[in-house]
């Protein structure tokens, strides 16, 4: 159980485009989602919170104009990476809590690595 | 100070033996506390929670929680090769609940401790 699914798990785009990251409960609700980046030999940085319904709750220093978040159902949250340059190159995570479970656990999904060129 | 602290290593064992990596954390009302296995190239594994003061077994894994000394460690007994990987200490600091607000469970992680065990 707790499987989290992410599409697509690799992707190459080019300056200034935009690209969508899904990620995916494939067998628990997940009311609150979380998405991370994570550069090369670097630990796991998160970039926002997301919950069902409602808006996302971003890092400070992350730009909510630029990495737009939608968690519209209980098993789905979209990142979208808008006009993307090489230095969003990275490792993009996605990471769910299930709503029935206890004391934080996180589940995460294999996650997306974007070469912006 | 940072909130979770590893040490980044890398810690080399032989295969067979135990490895002992070590957290420390800041928030002195943190309730959860995890483990996770990162392989090179991979997302982080869930592999270990503990929430009360003690120790706790899972097969190989042995998480160890003072919640006096803000300190929780993880064993490893009978290293094998395969357990080679980042580990991560990630503790439940939520600054909205501890200031009586909505948590959303966020995790802080340590920088990760590199483990080697070598045949």
Same mark, same amino acid.
């Given at each position: 159980?707790?499987?989290?699914?992410? %599409?697509?798990?690799?992707?190459?785009?080019?300056?200034?485009?935009?690209?969508?990251?899904?990620?995916?409960?494939?067998?628990?609700?997940?009311?609150?989602?979380?998405?991370?980046?994570?550069?090369?030999?670097?630990?796991?940085?998160?970039?926002?919170?997301?919950?069902?319904?409602?808006?996302?709750?971003?890092?400070?220093?992350?730009?909510?104009?630029?990495?737009?978040?939608? %968690?519209?159902?209980?098993?789905?949250?979209?990142?979208?990476?808008?006009?993307? %340059?090489?230095?969003?190159?990275?490792?993009?995570?996605?990471?769910?809590?299930?709503?029935?479970?206890?004391?934080?656990?996180?589940?995460?999904?294999?996650?997306?690595?974007?070469?912006?060129? | @100070?940072?909130? *979770?602290?590893?040490?980044?290593?890398?810690?080399?064992?032989?295969?067979?033996?135990?490895?002992?990596?070590?957290?420390?954390?800041?928030?002195?009302?943190?309730?959860?506390?995890?483990?996770?296995?990162?392989?090179?190239?991979?997302?982080?594994?869930?592999?270990?929670?503990?929430?009360?003061?003690?120790?706790?077994?899972?097969?190989?894994?042995?998480?160890?929680?003072?919640?006096?000394?803000?300190? *929780?460690?993880?064993?490893?007994?009978?290293?094998?090769?395969?357990?080679?990987?980042?580990?991560?200490?990630?503790?439940?600091?939520?600054?909205?609940?501890?200031?009586?607000?909505?948590?959303?469970?966020?995790?802080?992680?340590? @920088?990760?401790?590199?483990?080697?065990? %070598?045949?």
């Amino acid at each position: 159980g707790a499987v989290v699914s992410q %599409h697509p798990s690799w992707v190459i785009c080019k300056s200034g485009t935009s690209v969508k990251i899904e990620c995916r409960s494939l067998d628990f609700q997940a009311t609150t989602m979380f998405w991370y980046r994570q550069f090369p030999k670097q630990s796991l940085m998160l970039m926002a919170t997301s919950n069902e319904g409602s808006k996302a709750t971003y890092e400070q220093g992350v730009e909510k104009d630029k990495f737009l978040i939608n %968690h519209a159902s209980l098993t789905l949250s979209t990142l979208t990476v808008t006009s993307a %340059h090489p230095e969003d190159s990275s490792f993009y995570i996605c990471s769910a809590r299930p709503t029935s479970g206890s004391f934080y656990e996180q589940y995460f999904g294999p996650g997306t690595r974007l070469t912006v060129t | @100070q940072k909130e *979770v602290e590893q040490n980044s290593g890398p810690l080399s064992v032989p295969e067979g033996a135990i490895a002992s990596l070590n957290c420390t954390y800041s928030d002195r009302v943190s309730q959860s506390f995890f483990w996770y296995r990162q392989y090179s190239g991979k997302s982080p594994e869930l592999i270990m929670s503990i929430y009360s003061n003690g120790d706790k077994e899972d097969g190989r894994f042995t998480a160890q929680l003072n919640k006096a000394s803000q300190y *929780v460690s993880l064993l490893i007994r009978d290293s094998q090769p395969s357990d080679s990987a980042t580990y991560l200490c990630a503790v439940n600091i939520d600054l909205l609940a501890n200031a009586g607000g909505t948590s959303y469970g966020k995790l802080t992680f340590g @920088q990760g401790t590199i483990l080697t065990v %070598h045949p």
